[in-house]
């Protein structure tokens, strides 16, 4: 048994941080607003295990929201980060490896002719877009409702009621200019794409897409989705991108795009190319990606852009991926599917409704009767279910992410012993949840 869950001195950090940084985080979902718990101040991570400062361990299916396909701290990235790092941690000048690395993703995936390497999947697909709209010369740009782009100003919209809406912004601070040039349509929705494009095809300058959502919660395409997609931007001309920062190097070696045989003009990658250090790229097409400064006239520029440590996390990470991918997806699938199973059973045992949305080694338990195909469908699950669900969880040290709109990440890590553990705490917090679902 785990020795019970102890939380005063993460809960004093939490206490201290609040007066320094907005919320006590750098990034919101850390907070764990939505769970209602007090944010575990972590210390170390090795493997598939986080310390926090009460010396808690955990199982960690967060994995710092997906780059850890790895897990923490694997030797052979550590050992070439501090060899990196003892030749100088920046020049902003151009070094060897940024090569190695961008000739490492061009290979692996075919759409890819060039790439420029960034510090975040934000800058990626802010930029992405930049480019689509000076190679199309138009403006609007059309997203997908529970898809997340990063937190640059034209993708924090919202769609209001009906078919197409323009963005109404989901942020203050963002002009009604730059929310109006967003449209935002369902996903999943392939009837709808016809419409949208017959009225607005000839001002759409890209559209961006997870093709694999996962910050809705994990949402597959529907069969025909992508395809429809794909070949509406190519009547148009629009520019596909995919926003790969999640699936990319996860789904598979390479990008989703690898597995769907779809090839967007432009792709957005990120976590997993960085192997936890901050790193993303976008790349595509020869004659889109030409447009970029200094080649042409599309400006866009990074002090810390290709950092050597970054850059050779990147590597170390693409080449373990690399040199073992059969055995490693093929791995990464058999643990997720038999930990997904288990938690299935377990919830059917308890006539608790709940389906699981899963890409490989990405998922997401939903509490629902119905299939969950789409934000709508995401939005009308019981996520109020989750939070008993997570809390109980917690208490036994199995580190979830904080909220019902998230994707698990399963990592080479993780052992069976971890699974079975895991798949046992799912059983007891099942239970608390039926309890819950008598009170509500
Ligand atoms: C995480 C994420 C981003 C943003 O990346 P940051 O590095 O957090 O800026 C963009 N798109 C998708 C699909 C993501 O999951």
Redesign the pocket.
């Known amino acids: 048994m785990n020795p019970k869950l102890s939380k005063s001195k993460s809960e004093e950090w939490f206490k201290r941080a609040k007066a320094v940084i907005p919320g006590g985080v750098n990034s919101p979902v850390r907070a764990f607003t939505s769970v209602g718990e007090t944010p575990p101040f972590i210390t170390k991570g090795s493997e598939a295990y986080l310390w926090d400062e009460d010396g808690n361990q955990y199982i960690d299916y967060v994995c710092s929201?997906?780059p850890l396909i790895l897990g923490h701290a694997h030797p052979e990235i550590v050992k070439t980060v501090k060899s990196a790092a003892e030749n100088g941690l920046t020049f902003g000048a151009a070094t060897r490896n940024e090569v190695i690395l961008a000739e490492i993703i061009q290979s692996a995936i075919p759409s890819i002719q060039k790439l420029r390497l960034v510090t975040?999947?934000?800058?990626?697909?802010m930029t992405a877009v930049r480019l689509a709209r000076a190679f199309t010369g138009k403006k609007m740009i059309l997203k997908f409702e529970g898809?997340?782009?990063?937190?640059a100003d034209p993708f924090l919209v919202k769609a209001g009621s009906g078919l197409l809406t323009f963005g109404t912004p989901s942020s203050r601070g963002i002009p009604e200019e730059v929310s109006s040039s967003t449209l935002v349509a369902h996903y999943n929705a392939e009837a709808d794409l016809d419409e949208i494009f017959m009225k607005q095809g000839k001002d759409i300058a890209c559209v961006i897409v997870?093709p694999v959502a996962?910050?809705m919660g994990v949402v597959l395409p529907k069969l025909g989705f992508l395809e429809k997609l794909s070949s509406l931007c190519r009547q148009t001309k629009t520019v596909l991108i995919f926003?790969e920062?999640?699936t990319g190097f996860r789904t598979c070696y390479g990008g989703y795009q690898n597995l769907c045989g779809i090839s967007p003009d432009l792709t957005?990658l990120?976590?997993i190319i960085g192997g936890g250090l901050p790193m993303?790229a976008v790349g595509g097409k020869n004659e889109i990606m030409s447009l970029l400064s200094p080649e042409g006239p599309v400006y866009q520029a990074g002090t810390l852009a290709g950092n050597p440590a970054a850059v050779a996390a990147g590597i170390a990470t693409l080449k373990v991926l690399n040199q073992k991918k059969e055995k490693i997806y093929e791995e990464l699938e058999q643990k997720t599917a038999w930990l997904t199973s288990k938690i299935k059973n377990a919830a059917e045992k308890l006539k608790l409704p709940i389906k699981i949305n899963r890409m490989g080694s990405m998922f997401t338990l939903f509490f629902s009767d119905n299939p969950v195909e789409s934000f709508s469908d995401v939005i009308s699950s019981r996520t109020n279910l989750y939070k008993p669900f997570f809390k109980e969880m917690l208490e036994n040290k199995i580190y979830l992410p904080p909220s019902a709109f998230e994707a698990w990440f399963m990592s080479t890590a993780h052992r069976q012993q971890d699974l079975e553990k895991t798949a046992q705490y799912a059983e007891k917090a099942f239970i608390k949840v039926k309890a819950a679902l008598t009170l509500l």
């Not at 975040?120 to 697909?125: D, H, L, R, V, Y």
């Open positions: 929201w997906g975040s999947g934000t800058e990626a697909a898809c997340y782009h990063g937190h997870e996962g910050n926003d920062v999640i957005c990120g976590k993303a």
